[in-house]
Structure formats: C-alpha cells, structure tokens
C-alpha cells in the first residue's frame, strides 16, 4: 500500500535557514535512519523537499480556473517535503513517520489505487 507523507513545521524554511551545524546534521540523520528503516520494511517511492510557499502557483476552481500566487491555504505550518512509500499497513507508515525529524507534523495519507 502506498501513502505520502506531508512534513510540515511552522516557520519550517526560516528554521532550516538559521540552524546551526550541529542540527543540521541531526536532521540528514534522522532522514537517513527513516530511509532505511523503510527500506526494510517496503521502499521509498519518492520525495522531495519543497521550496518556500512563495514560490507556488496554485489553480483555483472555476469555469477559467483562476491561479493565484501561493500555497492552496494560508497557514503558519509550511510544507517542507513529502515522501511516498510503499509500506503493508497504515500502521507501519505511521510508526515509520515517527522517525523523521521531531521538527515537522507528518500527515500520513494513504494513496488510493486509481484505475485509468
């Protein structure tokens, strides 16, 4: 089963951007140890960290579908990355989030399988 799980931290890139080196190093271990924690229980499937909300474009609803400037909602907590992984349950993607630098919330969804 696959699910995303969204990363996010208030003030996520002005924290990243004044942490010193020590907690930098402590995050890439953190990501380290989930990639590998994932690695024996399913895979990664992929990820990113995300740039700065400001440089988002969102597409509204609408008959001319309107795009404005920014993230879909306004928000303290930013979204700072995401993975996907394929995992066997819910449960061990939620124990698996656990890993991930104690900085962010992760919201853990799962992806549905969409027949086209």
């Known amino acids: 089963m696959r699910f995303v799980l969204l990363m996010a931290e208030e003030g996520h890139f002005d924290k990243w951007d004044a942490a010193d080196e020590a907690t930098r190093q402590r995050v890439v271990a953190d990501f380290e140890a989930f990639d590998a924690a994932v690695a024996g229980r399913g895979s990664v499937v992929g990820g990113e960290a995300l740039s700065r909300p400001g ?11 309107p795009v404005t400037d920014g993230p ?32 962010y919330t992760v ?6 399988e969409v027949a086209i």
């Open 107 to 112: 919201e853990v969804r799962p992806v549905p």
């Open 72 to 103: 879909f909602a306004e928000t303290v907590e930013q979204i700072g990355g995401f993975y996907v992984i394929d995992v066997d349950s819910i449960d061990v993607a939620v124990e698996l989030a656990a890993l991930l630098p104690r900085e």
């Open 55 to 65: 440089a988002a474009r969102t597409v509204r609803p609408g008959p001319d579908r």
